[in-house]
Every structure is written in structure tokens, then in C-alpha cells.
């Protein structure tokens, strides 16, 4: 009789556990828009022209190019920025004016020193296939060339976002033991030498490193909402005060299943759109969310202020 209910304790734990993967793989794949090109394996940042067409760029391995995709997916034009280097490309953000900026920032080992931003005019304005870019350099003021603490390793960096006169670095958090903590990085938006200063942080979640990292950002057009991805959520701030972008509401969108999700934009102040990166035939797509339809998690809620 042990035995027996045993066997159907084990049953139902499969069906549920069953259950509960089907539900996420829905989840991800209800919002799923479209396949990205095969040559687009491992997107890590998308943006909007100004004409509303999506633009791609690839992880470190690939040219340092552009790449303009089709409504089905397809790649429609390609534009390399003849001096720039693709050591790794780790995300694509725009400003209030229009220009695309491309982050050469990825640092996964730490040993990087400098790291490089490439600012481009926006690409309607680019007539042929190549364009040559603005360089921005930047360093971690905290690295002095010492070795670096397990539970201090906190400079890799996959995501940013343009506001005001400057560029706000999220760092992609690889302390031991994992705290989950995203530092925030400020530095200028045109061509120079920065000092990046620190200027805040936030706590995602601690369960798993590859479950937590901040891989991409970014701000709706009208920059009053924030949007942090990792591998199964994306994390929407509003109601924010000034660039301290973790003072206001925060909120947590459930994405389902993990999968490698590199690359976030906003289409309109509604919509966004998010990639994920091709792993043994899994993701390799671009999904679509509505903010007014999704399910969101409060984190925390800031007090409306008395009309009194």
C-alpha cells in the first residue's frame, strides 16, 4: 500500500512539474513575433530607426556591422562601421536625437581596462552600406590593475541606455558568492576618455547567476519608463525621479522559459520588443509584449503623494 501511494505521489509531481513547463514555454513562445536571420544567432542589442525598422547587432565573433532586418525576420541591409572593432558588442541604445550607440563593453573575464562606445548617426541617414563612427573610451575608476576580489567581480557589462546628455551603464554581476546586485555607471555621451562614476545599484534576484544577469536595457521613448532583461524576466521602473532610475515603482514581468535573452527596445511607450540568442535549436527569436496586457509583479510601490 506504502509502495502504491508512493508510485502516485511520483505520478502527480511529474504531471505538475509537467504541467508547470508547458505553462512557461507558453508564456515565452505566446509572444513570439518573429525567427531572426540564422547570421543573427547571437544578438545582443536591437534598436528602431526612425522609420520604426528593426536594427541588430551580433556578439563579439562577427564584423562590425548593422544589420537591418525584415518584418519576416530576413536580413534587409547591412552597415559596417569601418572604424570600429567587434571585440565584444554587448548591447545598442538611441538618444532623444536619433543616434544609434553600439557597446564594445563586454568584459567577462574583468581584464579589460578601457572599453568603447560607438556612436553613429541614426541609420536612415546612412546612404551607403558603411559609416564611420564617434569613439567614446571608458574605465572603471575601482580597477587599479590589483586583482580583483571574487565578491567584488562587478565590471562586466552587457546593457546601457542614452538619457539626457549621458549614457548609463548597467553591470551584468559575476561576484562570488552571487549577490545579484546591478551596479549603475554614468559617463558622457560624446567622444572622450570617461571615468565611469557609480551612481546607484539594484538587487534583482540571488537564486542563480545565469537566472539574474542584466543583459540588456533599455528606455521607452519618452523616458519615463526603464526596462532591465535577464534570462527569464524583464524589470520595468516607473515613476522615477530625474536620472535615479530605482527611486520610483518597480515591477517584475514573468518571460516563461530560459532561454539566452540578450536584447530589449521599446517600439512605442507600450510596447517592447525583446531577442533571444539561438542555443541547439532553441530561441533565435524576436518576441513582442504589450505593458497593458502582461501580468506584472509589484516589488515595491512608492506612496502617492497627499493631495492634502
Not at 519615463?224 to 524583464?234: F, P
Not at 527611486?247 to 512605442?268: M, P
Request: charged fraction near 30%.
Amino acid at each position: 500500500m506504502l509502495k502504491k501511494s508512493l508510485y502516485s505521489l511520483i505520478s502527480i509531481v511529474i504531471l505538475l512539474s509537467m504541467v508547470l513547463t508547458s505553462m512557461s514555454i507558453y508564456t515565452l513562445y505566446s509572444k513570439k513575433k518573429l525567427s531572426v536571420d540564422p547570421k543573427l544567432k547571437e544578438v545582443s542589442g536591437i534598436e528602431f530607426d526612425k522609420f520604426k525598422r528593426l536594427w541588430a547587432i551580433n556578439d563579439s565573433g562577427d564584423d562590425p556591422k548593422l544589420y537591418r532586418l525584415n518584418e519576416d525576420g530576413s536580413i534587409a541591409k547591412e552597415i559596417l562601421v569601418t572604424n570600429a572593432k567587434n571585440i565584444d558588442w554587448e548591447d545598442m541604445t538611441q538618444n532623444d536625437f536619433g543616434h544609434f550607440f553600439l557597446g564594445d563593453f563586454g568584459n567577462n573575464k574583468q581584464e579589460r581596462k578601457w572599453l568603447t562606445i560607438y556612436k553613429i548617426e541614426n541609420p536612415i541617414d546612412i546612404k551607403t552600406d558603411t559609416t564611420e563612427a564617434e569613439i567614446i573610451k571608458f574605465t572603471y575608476p575601482e580597477l587599479d590593475g590589483s586583482p580583483i576580489p571574487p565578491d567584488k567581480r562587478n565590471f562586466d557589462l552587457e546593457a546601457f541606455v542614452a538619457f539626457g546628455r549621458h549614457l548609463y551603464l548597467f553591470t551584468k554581476n559575476r561576484t562570488e558568492p552571487f549577490d545579484g546586485i546591478t551596479n549603475v555607471y554614468k559617463v558622457g555621451d560624446h567622444a572622450a576618455n570617461f571615468d565611469a562614476q557609480l551612481i546607484d545599484s539594484f538587487k534583482t534576484c540571488t537564486t542563480m547567476e545565469k537566472l539574474c544577469w542584466i543583459t540588456s536595457a533599455a528606455l521607452s521613448p519618452d523616458r519615463t519608463k526603464l526596462v532591465l532583461l535577464d534570462s527569464t524576466s524583464i524589470w520595468l521602473f516607473e515613476n522615477f525621479t530625474g536620472d535615479k532610475f530605482f527611486s520610483g515603482d518597480v515591477s517584475r514581468i514573468d518571460l516563461g522559459i530560459v532561454t539566452q535573452k540578450e536584447a530589449i527596445t521599446f517600439y512605442d511607450e507600450n510596447t517592447i520588443v525583446f531577442t533571444d540568442e539561438e542555443f541547439k535549436g532553441i530561441g533565435g527569436n524576436a518576441y513582442v509584449i504589450k505593458l497593458d496586457e502582461v501580468t506584472k509583479t509589484i516589488i515595491k510601490k512608492i506612496p502617492k503623494a497627499s493631495e492634502d
